[in-house]
């Protein structure tokens, strides 16, 4: 809910065409939404459900035939996300509803990109899409799977309640982030904006990668054909070769995702980001950018991470893309080889509120052991 706030106020915020009647769109049934609701104000509407239902009734009636909507759970750059339910499904699984404004309206392809991508793939760690419906001409909602205990930084803030994540809650989330990588980039599709909040948690405890409102699919390049990558994710996770505006051949551009995971894997152990800036700096944006570019990967002193994670999360942040590793040799990688003993512990508990607890207290000792060295012929 919207709390103190007018809601001819917000819908005013640079309206297209704001009908002198629609000062309280409670009483009055006439707004047309699709003329009031712009970019700006889009998502501060949208977060209210009592909104969001009257927006539907009027604009989308047939929403309320096939769905129940339920809770608000989270916004992004550009789309609020509700969870709810498919009338007809006999299970009454939950699903998530992400409602979208498309700036350009109905003409521009581009817009339903996300749409086309997710319509594409299917795999255990990415969302599954059910339906798609356009609103008039300036919005869309699509229905998706749930990722029932929200992304990455809602799993760790709010339902754990921790700073950061222990190395056997990444470790296990990694190799299922990989594998959902794999399966992308094998699809020749490159996601282009891995992060915390675009990384949701299932009832099982498995990732589903989610939002490819900016990936790219490359399927039409040949594999040595030269390209320069546009700066579309988000600042603080993108690589040096995109912000350097490097030519490389589009068989590495998987790796700008790899980079990426680095920068979400070295948030979420270390509670910062690799290349913030302190307090005497003067945190001007460029300035990060420079230093993603140019200063060399550090980790903060007395850090807790364990030598095989540092190596690991070295080399998927490493500078150079042709030395970065592919999504293979991260698969290979030691650390995440560890993400077996942690599976295992899984199927041998056999109930996900046990693992979670076994997660949340970092108590697979066996892991832990092979962590730190001491049980280096695990495997
Ligand atoms: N399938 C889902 N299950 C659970 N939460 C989701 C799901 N999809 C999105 N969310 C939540 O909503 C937020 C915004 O959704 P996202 O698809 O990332 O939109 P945007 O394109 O605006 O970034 C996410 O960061 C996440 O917290
Ligand atoms: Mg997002």
Redesign the pocket.
Known sequence: MIENQNYSQILSIKPQKLPPESTNFQTDDSINYNQVINQENFKILLRDKKFLNHFLTKESPKFFEDFELGDF?????????Y?GRMRKRKNKQKL?F?F?YSRKGNDNKDEFQ?IGILKKLHHKNI?NIYAFTKIGEKFYYCV?????H??L??FQKIILKKKVLSETILCYFSKQILEGLKYIHRCKIIHN?IKQ??I?IDSNLDI?I??F?VSCTYANFEPDEKVAFPFMGTSKYICPEILNRTLMPIREACKIDIYSLGVTLYVAALGKFPYELNKVENKKYENILKNIQDKPLEFPINNKISPKFKNFLSKLLDKNYSTRINIQQALNDPWIKGAEIIQEEKENLGSIENFLAKLITDNIPKFNEYISDKLDSFF
């Open positions: 759970l989270n916004e992004g750059g550009c789309g609020v996300v969870d998530a992400k979208k996300e969302t998706l799977e749930l990722g029932k929200g992304d930084e809602k904006d909040g675009n949701v589903k989610t939002d409102s």
